[in-house]
């Protein structure tokens, strides 16, 4: 059993402590767009020798690798692994040995699972990364697309219990609606079991295949989980959510006898918790409730395990319960790592989940229930870099322009210190509404191998702090959110070992727009700016939106605006209409097949800026799309990221 469903955030454009620890003191920032303190006009002094620096083809040489579930007699893990430089699909012992490659693509391949009874497998590919992806089966050397078409985007819904059925939601009827269909398993004939004729988001289906679950999103603060019985076809979807005000409902996942509904709610405080509706007797029931968001919940096939996750400070804790005895599963502690992605096999004899840090990525384990020592399945860390030369993450806070303390993940590199001070990048995650966590970033590690701080921001709007921090930045992009983004300047420059004179701004999708945001409306807080993917043209994007996120269109426009009454206020937000700003250099880094953010979004910021002579660089990847998957060209975007900073942070 692999989690089926993880917490559901609306994101545009696209990764354990409970207290923070202190911060430095923090100066009033400057408001967004005032001139900054006045700066050293010298270069960062030469970094110190010893310190052991790796390049990007070395860093990149990990292995990235997620699994998908136990085959069905436990012996063998279904898992995508990108050991080729390309994500495909592998099976890996559970006992321990050398992974089978299973398929071979130059096309990112990612695995489903293994069907319930014998060794076939479901995986999903798309075209280039345009997120046009198919559901396919691999039944030995054979493959099958079952989801063709040109512009079809299909996903896996779930096995039936006994195995004979499998659900697949496409979108071939409507682009912007998601029917679903149920495939026999055998012959893989299939019916049409619901009509989406109102664009819901499809949620779970009960694993005697009686119950689907609907989400209907009103606004980004409102939302509701309907039920259709698929034994009445023609009966209306039934609210099992009634609320007054602004609640947010998302389903998580039927319980294994097909009795209840669990689902997440923040409706009865600032954090998501986790209840339970009976089918039965249309009672809801509070199940779990932490000072953090219930970020999600599974259970195993029969139940005796059910799997959650908290969003805890920027990480993902896991707890496993085990229902039979009460009491929770004590995972294998390994030094500096957390487990994640929990996976249970479908007789409950065995545990795998994923161990990960800030300096080590995510490594497969396994571990027998009834006992025995975990073991570990595969090596991820290229076994030519030492752990120890990378860092670790510090959650720290900040004040804002109006006091708001602002949360942010700070990597400090090994040599920073008052005698040498470095150059710092103020990162801002993706968006709206993402969230900049803890755990191992290559991309990070690299930047600050080579000497760079980075300060991950959680700028107000980001999710995992509340439902009141999450609506700060509602229809206030560009304002408030930048100047988060702003105050982050003044609190680098507060720290000794951070170069106060040398700060750049990096971020992808909705953190490449507060990119743009920051060079134009800010333009003399930041030294240089690397935009990956990032809107520049808000009325653009918003009328672009790809049509399999209707049902998410609403939710939106409610944060972002309305491009057909809000386009006045959307083009005084957006970059590319106050271009004749920006001043400061600029790296542009775009997917050709992006079908969130359009590449003319890049190729005009672009060209506006060159139009008034500022340095700007730009790199377009053929052959991906909203965020790069190939290895070939993570390395040479992250070379590119090195280069410019070098160049405009250092004057190399």
Known sequence: MLIRRSLSVLILVSACGKSPPAVAPTPSPPAAGAEPAA??????????????????????????????????????????????????????????????????????????????????????????????????????????????????????????????????????????????????????????????????????VSRDGRWLALGKT???????????????????????????????????????????LWYSTDGQGEFTQAWSYDLASGKAHAEIAASWDVAFVAFSEHGRYRVSGTNEDAKIVLHVLDTATGKDVVLPALPSADATGTFISRDEARMGFRLTSDRTPGDLWVVDVAGGAPRQLTHALNPAIDPDDLVASQVVRYASFDGLQIPAILYRPKDASQAHKVPAIVLVHGGPGGQSRRGYSVMVQHLVNHGYAVLAVNN??????????????????????????????????????????????????????????????????????????????????????????????????????????????????SPLFHADQIKKPLLVVQGKNDPRVLKIESDEIVAAVKKHGVPVDYLVFDDEGHGFQKQKNTIAAQEAYLSFLDAHLRGR
Do not use: C
């Open 460 to 573: 107000r709007g980001s999710s995992g702090y509340g439902k009141k921090f999450f609506h700060l930045d509602d229809r206030r992009h560009g304002d408030v959110d930048l100047k988060d983004v702003v105050a982050a300047r003044p609190y680098l420059a507060s720290l000794d070992w951070i170069d106060g004179g040398h700060v750049a701004i990096m971020g992808g999708s909705y953190g490449g727009y507060m990119v743009g945001a920051a060079l134009a409306f800010a333009p003399d807080v930041f030294d240089a700016g690397i935009d990956i993917f990032g809107v520049m043209n808000w009325v653009r994007t918003l009328e672009s939106i790809p049509p399999w996120w209707a049902s998410f269109r609403e939710s939106l426009y409610a944060e972002m605006g309305d491009p057909a009454t809000d386009k006045a206020r959307l083009q005084a937000i």
């Open 39 to 204: 700066r050293p006009t010298d270069r960062p002094a030469p970094r110190p020798p010893g310190v052991k620096q790796y390049d990007a083809a070395t860093l990149f040489k990990n292995v990235s690798v997620f699994a998908a579930g136990f085959s069905h007699d436990g012996t063998k893990v279904l898992v995508s692994m990108d050991s080729s430089g390309v994500y495909n699909v592998y099976a890996i012992p559970t006992a321990g040995g050398a992974p089978e490659r299973l398929t071979s693509s130059t096309e990112s391949q990612f695995a489903v699972g293994y069907f319930p009874a014998d060794d076939r497998l479901l995986y999903t590919q798309d075209t280039g990364g345009n997120e046009l992806s198919h559901l396919y089966v691999l039944e030995g050397k054979q493959v099958k697309d079952l989801t063709p078409g040109d512009k079809v985007k299909a996903s896996f819904v779930g096995f039936s219990r006994d195995g004979a059925w499998l659900w697949v939601s496409t979108n071939e009827r409507d682009p912007k609606a998601f029917d679903l269909y149920r495939y026999a398993a055998k012959g893989y004939q299939r019916e049409l079991v619901f009509t989406n004729k109102d664009a819901w988001s499809i949620g779970d």
């Open 218 to 260: 009103r606004t980004n603060a409102d939302s509701d989980i309907y039920l259709v019985d698929l034994k009445k076809p023609r009966a209306a979807p039934k609210l099992v959510t009634p609320h007054q005000g602004n609640v947010q409902n998302v389903a998580f996942d039927f319980t294994p006898d097909g009795k209840a």
